[in-house]
């Protein structure tokens, strides 16, 4: 007999070679019709594997995360098995689950399209209702290949070939169909549910390598309830509204071009929100004690094997040789034997450059470095998406040089600055995650365990909560992440922290304490924003390009009706910008409701609209976006309430503690 215990705590004996689904059974008929898998020991498992040994059993419902991704994980099967049904030559690769989904990718002489969806579709939906069951078997290695070898499934080979020699071969069988899984499946193809929708077609080189074969792969995704797939499709259709390259196309905010692949090209417009980003972060860190340095873009390749970042980000780092102009017809020469230069992928390095100029005691610590410092990294050309994932970026960076005393200290700190900026920004809802040490890491255990301590510590010290991300650390040090949820629900790693006590010791970042020996630093790698260019763009869509007044571009147009207001509305636009707010005019000769609809959609908060009358009077017809009519307001009134409410929101704050 074997002794399971269930997650209340209470134990039940079974004979050996039970399975799950005999167990869930033993409860309860209704619990049975629910579950879809189970955790054995915490390993997400088959319910019909067998039970060997006493052990610790969940049970897995349909409507839990676990379910979900089961869900997902089987329509990918589905979605396999359907495509070789209406295309029977057609080969199978690879089809995992990905974050909202899963995606395929098949191996046929006519890529598919979108036209192809309905059709796929339907014949999903028929293998759904089959209601085959998911049974595992598992192969010999040879058998394996000579099976896939016999069905023309080269790929399936060249994945068995890739699998350990100690891991066993399984097949996942759903009816006649079969494929090379690690599992584990639910219970039955029925268990998926019709609540899935095939979403986009793409092209990918088999295994990321673009000398293999291209393969066309399919996206989908799949829900419990038609109810979550539906409110799931209706953000991504808002989220394509949102999409920060289509408005910042339309609101002429910047561009990106393949001859500078990764790096953007900011328009008046567009390089205004980043002024005025800049300028407000600026502020918030000089208030918060930091001092600000600006280091070499371009640094010796012997940087970057002190600190390791060699070893690990070389093929992310853009490097070239260290050439010297040379005499008449030789060419340019290396500076010394195989010298090479990188452009920084980060700042670190640099910024303990600085620290270590001159002896440092522990009454300079703590010591915040700040930088907004232009950084290099060799993304490749399919990963670049728009402000999102570019390869020249500037980060609002900074790090903290400190003792061990001073950790929480500083955490604490960092924690409640990061939280005042994103309710400035507008937002409120921010989800903290540790992230703990990963497989191929620098430094000791021990270091490593002494780290993510001080930073749980730390953060518990703060109030907030959070959570684990086990195994997501960087290599070098622990790091706290702190994710975004914007307008439609969608979530944003943007800030983080990571306590690191591995370069300082790489690079001898050390002080006098104050017993008069040298101890290394401990350093804090900080950001808030992460890089400009990103959070600009997420704020793009978080707005849906309807800046706050104190971002936007162009704050107030000044339009006329009659020409016989443009002297008046060229007043009131000097007047707006002696008071520093962003104003244009407009007098040409177009009927209001055209200027009106035009400012509209390009997205300008405030209107003052001026005619005959408003000239005479002094008055203005103010109009706000978004808002339907319009107030007659005294045109000084008007100015006034505009400069007021235009103030960045930490100048607004300091000057409200002032009075």
Not at 187 to 204: E, N, P, Q
Not at 403 to 417: D, G, K, M, N, P
Request: net charge negative.
């Amino acid at each position: 007999m074997i002794k399971v215990t269930f997650p209340d705590g209470a134990i039940r004996e079974y004979a050996i070679g039970t399975t799950g689904t005999t167990v869930v059974e033993s409860i309860s008929p209704s619990l049975a019709k629910k579950t879809v898998a189970m955790k054995w020991n915490g390993v997400l498992s088959d319910l019909s594997d067998v039970l060997d040994a006493d052990g610790a059993i969940e049970f897995v419902m349909r409507d839990s995360a676990d379910g979900l991704g089961l869900i997902r994980h089987d329509a990918a099967h589905i979605l396999a098995e359907a495509v070789q049904e209406l295309w029977p030559t057609t080969q199978v690769t690879i089809g995992p689950v990905i974050e909202n989904g899963f995606y395929y990718d098949f191996k046929r002489d006519t890529p598919f399209s979108e036209d192809d969806f309905a059709v796929i579709e339907k014949k999903m939906a028929e293998i759904v209702a089959r209601g085959a069951l998911f049974t595992k078997e598992v192969w010999s290695r040879d058998e394996a290949k000579r099976v896939f070898a016999a069905k023309g499934e080269e790929f399936k080979v060249e994945l068995v070939d890739a699998i350990p020699a100690d891991q066993s071969i399984k097949i996942y069988k759903q009816g006649q169909w079969f494929d090379l899984c690690r599992g584990p499946h639910m219970r039955s193809t029925k268990d998926v549910g019709t609540a899935f929708k095939l979403t986009k077609v793409a092209g990918a080189y088999w295994r990321g390598d673009s000398r293999n074969p291209v393969l066309s792969r399919l996206y989908g995704t799949a829900f419990a309830t038609q109810k979550e797939l539906d409110d799931y499709l209706t953000m991504i259709a808002e989220a394509e509204k949102r999409d920060h390259r289509k408005l910042g196309k339309e609101l002429d905010l910047f561009h990106l071009q393949d001859e500078a692949q990764g790096s953007v090209f900011w328009h008046p417009r567009g390089f205004t929100i980043y002024n005025q980003m800049e300028a407000y972060i600026r502020r918030r860190v000089n208030a918060n004690g930091y001092q600000e340095v600006k280091t070499p873009q371009l640094m010796s390749s012997k940087f970057w094997e002190a600190s390791g970042h060699w070893g690990k980000y070389r093929e992310n780092m853009f490097v070239v040789p260290d050439e010297v102009p040379s005499t008449e017809d030789e060419g340019p020469v290396l500076s010394g034997e195989g010298e090479l230069m990188a452009l920084k992928p980060m700042n670190c390095p640099a910024h303990i450059q600085i620290f270590n100029q001159g002896i440092k005691s522990y009454r300079d610590l703590p010591l915040r470095m700040a930088e907004f410092g232009c950084c290099h990294r060799n993304e490749a050309h399919g990963a670049l998406h728009g402000l999102l994932r570019v390869r020249q970026m500037t980060q609002d960076d900074a790090h903290i040089f400190c003792t061990e005393e001073q950790i929480q200290a500083e955490t604490e700190r960092f924690v409640h600055l990061l939280y005042s900026v994103y309710e400035d920004m507008g937002f409120e809802n921010v989800v903290i995650k540790l992230a703990t040490r990963p497989e191929k890491f620098g430094g000791t255990i021990e270091r490593w365990d002494a780290a993510e301590k001080a930073l749980g510590d730390a953060l518990l010290a703060t109030g907030y909560k959070f959570e684990i991300a086990h195994g997501d650390g960087a290599f070098y040090a622990p790091k706290l992440e702190f994710h975004l949820k914007d307008a439609i629900g969608r979530s944003w790693q943007v800030g983080t922290l990571q306590l690191d006590y591995v370069l300082p010791e790489r690079l001898g970042a050390t002080y006098v304490s104050e017993d008069g020996s040298r101890k290394f630093a401990v350093m804090l790698h900080r950001a808030i924003l992460g890089s400009l260019e990103r959070f600009i763009g997420m704020m793009i869509e978080h707005y849906a390009g309807k800046m706050p007044l104190w971002l936007a571009p162009t704050q107030v147009v000044v339009a006329t009706i009659v020409s016989e207001a443009d002297d008046y509305a060229k007043k009131l636009v000097a007047r707006l910008t002696a008071g520093g707010i962003r104003a244009e005019l407009d007098t040409r000769n177009e009927k209001i409701n055209y200027k009106v609809r035009e400012h509209s959609v390009q997205k300008i908060p405030l209107m003052f609209v001026v005619g005959k009358r408003e000239a005479e009077e002094g008055t203005v017809s103010v109009r706000r976006l978004g808002t339907e009519g319009q107030s007659v307001k005294d045109a000084n009134a008007a100015i006034v309430e505009i400069m007021s409410e235009a103030v960045p929101p930490d100048l607004k704050r300091a000057a409200q503690a002032a009075a």
